[in-house]
């Protein structure tokens, strides 16, 4: 299955979808030429082909085909059902994605969704992907709006499912962090009313109200839950102290960021909940890599750079600006991106940041776009993540720790330029 002309592989099927900025109708016989099987449109296309299939629409085709071919996996003769495992979230959901399909991939063929490919058209394409020699599925699902997730629900038809959590992302689309709620909570509402399993961390008093009436609930937390862990060490990775539920007694992952313990919690209780081996639990997290610009620490010359540009709201900057006020380094850069899709708080959530920022002795910090140009800061500011990348450049830093993040629409990576990374 492909929508990509660039990416299409011989014997896929091409999907014609349609955007504001593009029509995949125009490619249809391109994609054919390159070796598709068929190529599903819905305009008129001149040309006699019988490998066109035209459909009312192609994005609903789409998640039909996806949704039929999920129900497929209920009919298979085998002594057990496919776990469908859905997440989603505010922050960390592709985070622990990652993490969970190291840990069930160690010992089951387990499918789950490519990058962050989470949302109308991912979703239903990650599912489409998926074989008969599935044992296990895991399923990224993001969101802007509400009855977003809830359509992902009846499409994937998760078994279990995890909210990573709740917090001030995409405010505008929600109408509100309680909008946000409910949006997430619908993975909950589908659980809930097919007997699904969730997966919840303790400390969040919200998600204990988010999911009651959910019959069949395992906690991991850092005071009480299945599997109970804290932090051990933050610097420069994430050293996690296991106290209950596991044999071992420490992990040593290649995380950044105190705020990636309930990631590592979850996949842990995941893995034991599934059976997997204590020790293949463990190497798994342990052997963890992140890419994709999150939590990553990159080392260039006497400079260390924590890269997390892939995306940011409120609530992940608000930590991700903590975990950094906490690093012992002497000589410190913060470089923020604009926030997105706030709607009417966008300003004042803007200023909310630059009020935490004052809090802490930054050597320097540097504000990029979006409504940091709307708020009054005594720090740097430029348009763009290239000028950003010309000054740092221009100033030679040395033996200096830097964060980088942004929404993912300020492109913020561009700034390693000066690094030459």
Same mark, same amino acid.
């Given at each position: 299955m492909q929508t990509d002309t660039r990416k299409l592989k011989h014997g896929d099927i091409y999907f014609a979808l349609k955007g504001e900025n593009f029509n995949g109708n125009q490619f249809a016989l391109q994609a054919l030429e390159l070796g598709a099987a068929y190529a599903m449109i819905d305009e008129d296309i001149k040309a006699a082909n019988d490998k066109l299939i035209k459909v009312e629409n192609v994005l609903e &085709? !789409? %998640?039909?085909?996806?949704?039929?071919?999920?129900? %497929?996996? $209920?009919?298979?003769?085998?002594?057990?059902?496919i776990p469908f495992i859905a997440i989603t979230g505010s922050n960390g959901k592709t985070t622990t994605k990652e993490l969970i399909h190291a840990v069930l991939s160690s010992t089951y063929k387990t499918y789950t969704t490519e990058g962050n490919l989470n949302n109308h058209i991912g979703v239903p394409l990650t599912i489409l992907k998926i074989k008969q020699d599935a044992e296990m599925a895991v399923i990224e699902m993001g969101a802007n709006h509400q009855k977003e997730i809830a359509a992902y629900c009846s499409i994937a038809q998760?078994?279990?499912?995890? +909210? *990573?959590?709740?917090?001030?992302?995409?405010?505008? /689309?929600?109408?509100? +962090? @309680? /909008?946000?709620?409910?949006?997430?909570? @619908? !993975?909950?509402?589908?659980?809930?009313?097919?007997?699904?399993?969730?997966?919840?961390?303790?400390d969040y008093e919200y998600l204990h109200e988010m999911s009651g009436?959910?019959?069949?609930?395992?906690?991991?937390?850092?005071n009480k839950g299945e599997v109970v862990g804290n932090i051990k060490a933050s610097e420069p990775? !994430?050293?996690?102290?296991?106290? =209950? /539920?596991?044999? #071992?007694? &420490?992990?040593?992952?290649?995380?950044? /960021?105190?705020?990636? !313990?309930? $990631?590592?919690?979850?996949?842990? &209780?995941m893995g034991k909940y599934f059976k997997v081996p204590?020790?293949?639990?463990? *190497?798994?997290?342990?052997?963890?890599?992140?890419? $994709?610009?999150?939590? %990553?620490?990159?080392?260039?010359?006497?400079n260390k750079i924590i890269l997390d540009a892939y995306n940011a709201n409120p609530s992940s900057m608000k930590v991700a600006i903590e975990n950094f006020a906490h690093?012992?380094?002497?000589? =410190?850069?913060?470089i923020l991106g604009g926030m997105m899709e706030l709607g009417n708080e966008s300003i004042q959530e803007h200023e909310n940041l630059i009020k935490l920022i004052e809090q802490y002795n930054f050597k320097n910090v540097i504000l990029v776009g979006g409504?940091?140009?709307? &708020?009054?800061?005594?720090?740097?500011?430029? @348009?763009?993540?290239?000028?950003?990348?010309?000054?740092?450049?221009?100033?030679?830093?040395? %033996?200096?720790? #830097?964060?980088?993040?942004?929404s993912r629409s300020m492109k913020m990576e561009k700034v390693l330029h000066a690094f030459k990374l």
């Open positions: &085709t !789409l %998640q039909q085909l996806a949704k039929f071919h999920r129900e %497929q996996f $209920n009919n298979l003769s085998r002594p057990y059902e998760p078994t279990h499912g995890i +909210i *990573s959590n709740v917090g001030k992302a995409h405010l505008e /689309g929600f109408g509100g +962090i @309680e /909008g946000v709620k409910k949006g997430k909570g @619908e !993975l909950y509402d589908f659980l809930r009313s097919n007997n699904g399993v969730a997966f919840v961390f303790d009436g959910i019959k069949e609930i395992f906690w991991y937390g850092t990775f !994430l050293e996690v102290n296991i106290t =209950k /539920g596991a044999s #071992f007694n &420490t992990i040593k992952t290649n995380l950044v /960021g105190d705020y990636n !313990l309930p $990631n590592i919690l979850c996949a842990i &209780t204590d020790e293949k639990i463990k *190497s798994s997290i342990e052997n963890y890599i992140p890419s $994709n610009s999150r939590s %990553q620490l990159l080392e260039t010359g006497s690093i012992n380094a002497d000589n =410190k850069v913060l409504d940091f140009k709307n &708020t009054y800061a005594p720090f740097i500011y430029f @348009e763009t993540a290239e000028a950003a990348s010309d000054y740092i450049a221009r100033h030679n830093f040395e %033996q200096t720790y #830097f964060l980088i993040k942004g």
